[in-house]
């Protein structure tokens, strides 16, 4: 297997958080895997992507040129990154954020209200994790147990208090998409 | 033994601490920023001195002071920060001062951009300051090869007292990827007695570093003794990986980044059953130039790809003595070259 993944996103949506998570849980599970950032002339508050590579077998770059799956949190993102998605891809749309219409027709698409459902869940910035929940429900490239033992690891022992809601997030993520 | 997810730059400055550094000296840019910060933070952990200097020449300064008093000393950098250390280097050089200095590639020239970049290759090999001087240069092409390189980049600037630079570039700073560290930081913490350095004259004879050497052919004479050395240190420590050789007609020559995308190229050129290869210097000085030329019987001609506008390409076709002919393919400022360029490229010139 090989997956090629751009979470994309604003600065405090927890972008980077979302493919350090993946891909914690991708090492955990003994898989090759790249993670890398935009990094650099970024500003607090303006976009952000991270770029992941999980696969069985070695990776050469880490950059993601045409990705497998796209998690897009916000509108810019979303603009940015339809385009580029490989044929038979996936997007993983923030619907919450992002109203506009899905113009490719050789992708799969999967909304997500993640943000309407992470302000009922109490915190906003859970949306990322709802995502996570939501992604692994209809693509099983990673067990969600896995996810939910990677993000108990990552989150540092003085925020342990937003584990809790974090699991939760995930639960309901992958809910809303079995149903 | 634990497998640890962090980035190059993080990766890089663990390792430096694991190989007995305990001082380290900078000034921020990026993309290298992760190693001044996870040194900030390290550093007081081990009982060990992180300086945020200001101004990169002061760094290097900073750990040239710190050298001469026998500590494993360490500054880090990208391009532009990297230009301003030279005469610093030289005169590391020139006093015989082991240091390691990294340099986190930037596009250039000038303050260029922030992305990865391959174009100091000939600042890096050939010296970069002034004077008759060279310094040991190391190209890790994956994260787990940062923990063993940046060890023997201590080690060997102590066993020849010279500044050793570690060579990598944006995409190799930033990313992450799985890396097995080992549990204890005592590991491999230097411990050979330096019989040189400035501790204090009590009860001995004052020793001197200098660099500045006025008498009468004094200069030529140093020069000579660091040739020496430099001949030694070309037949003893030149690294280099080689895949194919006995067989491949096509050879590509990368090495760090892109020699990660070249080996994905060998891979899927070979399983179509072409004879195609890889020789990825590990050392950039001493460069491999034996190794290229051994190859030369078989090998009809040579690639080589770098995130340049051609620069290791001049020690490829000086390596082989231009026996074959040599070919270039680079992107440069912040363009990585894909897989299928590579294969475009190849099939151009062979198939």
């Known amino acids: 297997m090989r997956e090629d993944i751009i979470f994309a996103g604003f600065g405090g949506q927890g972008i980077m958080f979302m493919g350090k998570a993946v891909s914690y849980t991708a090492m955990n599970e003994g898989k090759f895997v790249t993670w890398m950032p935009s990094y650099g002339a970024e500003v607090r508050g303006g976009t952000a992507h991270s770029m992941v590579i999980i696969s069985d077998s070695s990776i050469a770059s880490p950059v993601v040129r045409e990705p497998t799956i796209c998690v897009a949190m916000n509108k810019p993102s979303f603009d940015k990154f339809e385009g580029r998605i490989k044929e038979r891809g996936l997007m993983v749309i923030n619907s919450s954020l992002v109203e506009s219409r899905v113009k490719r027709e050789d992708i799969e698409v999967l909304k997500v209200p993640a943000t309407d459902m992470a302000f009922k869940l109490g915190n906003p910035r859970v949306s990322n994790m709802i995502m996570l929940g939501a992604l692994l429900a209809v693509k099983d490239f990673l ?17 342990k208090d937003l584990l809790a809601i974090n699991k939760e997030a995930i639960s309901q993520g992958y809910e809303y998409c079995s149903r | 033994m634990k497998k640890v ?20 000296a ?60 030279q005469e610093g280097i030289s005169y590391l050089a020139g006093c015989e001062l082991p240091a390691v200095i990294v340099n986190i590639m930037r596009g250039g020239p000038g303050l260029g951009n922030i992305a990865p970049s391959q174009s100091d290759y000939f600042q890096a090999t050939r010296g970069g300051g002034h004077g008759d001087y060279r310094q040991i240069v190391l190209a890790p092409a994956s994260l787990q090869e940062i923990v063993d390189l940046t060890t023997l980049a201590f080690d060997l600037a102590d066993s020849y007292r ?10 190799l700073g930033q990313m992450m990827e799985p890396v097995v560290l080992a549990d204890s930081v005592e590991r491999i913490a230097y411990s050979a007695k330096k019989d040189w350095i400035l501790d204090g004259c009590k009860g001995r004879k004052p020793r001197i570093i200098k660099s500045l050497l006025l008498g009468n052919g004094e200069l030529e004479q140093f020069n000579e003794r660091l040739q020496k050395k430099y001949n030694e240190i070309k037949n003893k420590e030149v690294r280099c990986e080689i895949l194919h050789g006995e067989d491949s007609k096509l050879m590509l020559v990368a090495y760090g980044t892109v020699s990660r995308i070249c080996r994905k190229v060998v891979k899927t050129l070979r399983e179509e059953g072409k004879k195609v290869g890889l020789v990825r210097p590990v ?21 080589t ?8 390409v001049e020690d490829v076709k000086l390596g082989i003595e231009c026996k074959k002919p040599v070919h270039f393919y680079g992107r440069s400022g912040g363009g990585v070259p894909t897989e299928e360029e590579i294969i475009k490229e190849i ?3 062979m198939y």
């Open chain 2, 26 to 85: 900078g000034y921020p840019i990026t993309p290298q920023n992760e190693i001044p910060a996870y040194m900030s933070r390290r550093m007081p952990e081990v009982g060990g001195v992180f300086i945020q200097a200001e101004s990169e020449i002061s760094a290097v300064n900073m750990v040239f002071g710190a050298s001469l008093t026998g500590a494993r000393a360490m500054t880090s950098s990208s391009s532009p920060g990297i230009s301003l250390k």
């Open chain 2, 347 to 349: 099939e151009k010139i």
């Open chain 2, 5 to 24: 997810l962090m980035c190059g730059n993080e990766v890089l400055a663990e390792s430096a601490i694991m190989a007995g550094c305990r001082f380290y």
């Open chain 2, 162 to 171: 010279m500044p050793v630079m570690i060579l990598g570039d944006g995409l």
């Open chain 2, 283 to 303: 050392s950039l000085w001493p460069f491999p130039e034996k190794e290229l030329r051994a190859l030369t019987g078989n090998v009809e001609r040579f690639l």
């Open chain 2, 305 to 312: 790809v770098e995130m340049s506008c051609g620069q290791m």
């Open chain 1, 143 to 159: 067990r969600l147990e896995a996810l939910r033992e990677a993000v108990t690891e990552l989150i540092p022992k003085s925020r």
